[in-house]
């Protein structure tokens, strides 16, 4: 099996966890799943922010959204969020690729055209635990060990999702009450250069009319671009004894991996874990009887040979 991190991270967390996502998937993926598979795909796109758009129309027409809120409005919402990130994110690092596969480990990273690599990591803040968390995770952790070479963890603060939105400068913004062409950023109340508590609320989905080039150069303008997007770099360094437990750990995962068993012990720990939410396989651990995956096909759908391989 060639290993990744998420594959790690799902052993870690639960082992049964794992042997269900190997055979079954969710047919309901989260908005910010679909965020984060829409930016992976369109961020290699010579068109990354029409891509953006396309492909997150494409997942929501295969895919249920779970969300309480109407699933046509958050599709919307999260095609232009991710079109707007991926446009930003590729005139910052420039045309970027996948890192390609090796014989033993399937990488998450972007390289850039001058060879640096990228973890892009989507936050709805940003503070020194949780770039801590981060790199303590199999997500870097994991590539710096199999891929022996330093990468740049680039995070992205997304805001906080409340009523099917994402709460942020990317997404939201304010216009002039009677000058509809005057678009701004900067907090309600800051009433320095005629910005006051006027100003009207706009989603970016709403304003299409407004360029994406006039949306970012105008968050740069009023100062609120830098702060939402942080690179770290995180070195490698193959006689660090945190590097060579890492590796140890993977090889013995690896193994293990091959006998996980969708009747093993509940890591209930994992149930609801920070970060994490609910896990997605509640419907069937939590069960009032015994239940499997195939007896809830409203629910979970099997995973076709071909994506397994």
């Not at 993926?29 to 829409?38: D, E, F, H, Q």
């Amino acid at each position: 099996m060639i290993l990744n991190a998420e594959i790690l991270d799902t052993f870690d967390r639960c082992p049964r966890k794992l042997a269900f996502s190997q055979k079954w998937e969710p047919r309901a993926i989260s908005p910010l799943g679909l965020l984060y598979t829409a930016i992976e795909s369109a961020l290699i796109s010579p068109d990354p922010e029409q891509s953006a758009k396309d492909e997150t129309l494409r997942i929501a027409k295969s895919r249920e959204i779970s969300t309480d809120q109407n699933a046509f409005t958050v599709t919307r919402h999260i095609g232009f969020l991710a079109a707007i990130l991926v446009t930003v994110l590729q005139s910052r690092l420039g045309q970027l690729t996948r890192v390609p596969a090796t014989e033993e480990w399937e990488s998450n990273l972007f390289s850039t055209p001058s060879g640096d690599r990228h973890k892009i990591l989507l936050v709805s803040a940003l503070d020194d635990d949780r770039l801590r968390a981060a790199a303590h995770s199999w997500a870097v952790i994991g590539e710096l060990v199999a891929l022996q070479s330093p990468l740049t963890l680039t995070a992205v603060v997304i805001g906080s999702q409340r009523a099917g939105k994402r709460h942020c400068a990317w997404a939201k913004g304010y216009i002039h009450p009677k000058f509809a062409t005057k678009l701004r950023f900067r907090e309600r109340g800051a009433k320095e250069d005629g910005f006051g508590n006027g100003w009207l609320t706009i989603w970016r989905e709403q304003r299409g009319e407004i360029s994406t080039e006039k949306w970012i150069s105008t968050m740069a303008e009023d100062g609120v671009l830098d702060s939402l997007i942080i690179s770290r770099t995180i070195p490698f360094n193959a006689e660090d004894n945190r590097m060579k437990i890492a590796r140890r750990d993977m090889l013995e995962i690896g193994e293990k991996i091959k006998s996980a068993r969708e009747d093993a012990p509940m890591k209930r720990c994992s149930c609801d874990s920070v970060g994490h939410g609910a896990c997605v396989w509640q419907s069937v651990c939590w069960s009032p009887t015994e239940t499997s995956p195939d007896q809830l096909p409203q629910l979970y759908r099997p995973i076709s040979s071909a994506a397994r391989s």
